[in-house]
Antibody, heavy 120, light 107 residues
Framework: EVQLVQSGGEMRKPGESVKISCKGS????????IGWVRQTPRKGLEWMGV????????RYNPSFQGQVTISADESITTAFLEWKSLKTSDTALYYC?????????????WGQGTLLTVSS | EVVLTQSPGTLSLSPGERATLSCRAS??????LAWYQQRPGQAPRLLIY???TRATGITDRFSGSGSGREFTLTISTLEPEDLGVYYC?????????FGQGTKVEIK
């Protein structure tokens, strides 16, 4: 059974850093792109970027380029989303999701979500 | 970036009724459109991709149609478990974008 299990909720102050994770199981992790999606009440769902764990090829939505870093570690079948300097506007629910091979650009399995709260 | 506009904002129907949800793209995306269902407190679930292909395990009560800029998701006979928010996503142009969602309520 394909599963994506995300790390728990995080609370940080503006300017701090954080790295959240997404562990895949039940499939060959290296062979599927994994993406990150942000959800907020104001903007809804936003695609942030994707990574191919097999070679760490990474693509970003221009709106998020330079704001976050997506990475993956094949050896522990885990993808990561990292911020170096958080803003209050980063407060959101973040999902990781596997990319469907048939389209290369839609998400067939999703993690349970990680709530990030940034507040002073 | 392609803007997706979904309508209506909320759909309130009784079990057994037919639900028709619309998604309009700001530019031609051919048939590169997907639909997701998000039940309360859950992650989104892929229903349809390529405008009309059902994802694995999705009941044939869900069907998709359209092309170019106008797309439709139809739920043939509503069941109580269909409540939630439905999102369209385009992948014809980067960055991939989502609509704002249509909330389906069951009377």
């Amino acid at each position: 059974e394909v599963q994506l299990v995300q790390s728990g909720g995080e609370m940080r102050k503006p300017g701090e850093s954080v790295k959240i994770s997404c562990k895949g199981s039940g499939y060959t992790f290296s062979n599927y792109w994994i993406g990150w999606v942000r959800q907020t009440p104001r903007k809804g769902l936003e695609w942030m970027g994707v990574i191919y764990p097999g070679d760490s090829d990474t693509r970003y939505n221009p709106s998020f380029q330079g704001q976050v870093t997506i990475s993956a570690d094949e050896s522990i079948t885990t993808a990561f989303l990292e911020w170096k300097s958080l803003k209050t506007s980063d407060t959101a629910l973040y999902y990781c999701a596997r990319i469907l091979v048939a389209t290369g650009k839609t998400f067939d399995y999703w993690g349970q979500g990680t709530l990030l709260t940034v507040s002073s | 970036e392609v803007v997706l506009t979904q309508s209506p904002g909320t759909l309130s129907l009784s079990p057994g009724e037919r639900a028709t949800l619309s998604c309009r793209a700001s530019q031609n995306i051919v048939t590169y459109l997907a639909w997701y269902q998000q039940r309360p407190g859950q992650a989104p679930r892929l229903l349809i991709y390529g405008t009309s292909t059902r994802a694995t395990g999705i009941t044939d009560r869900f069907s998709g149609s359209g092309s170019g800029r106008e797309f439709t998701l139809t739920i043939s006979t509503l069941e109580p478990e269909d409540l939630g928010v439905y999102y369209c996503q385009q992948y014809g142009s980067s960055p991939w974008t989502f609509g704002q969602g249509t909330k389906v309520e069951i009377k």
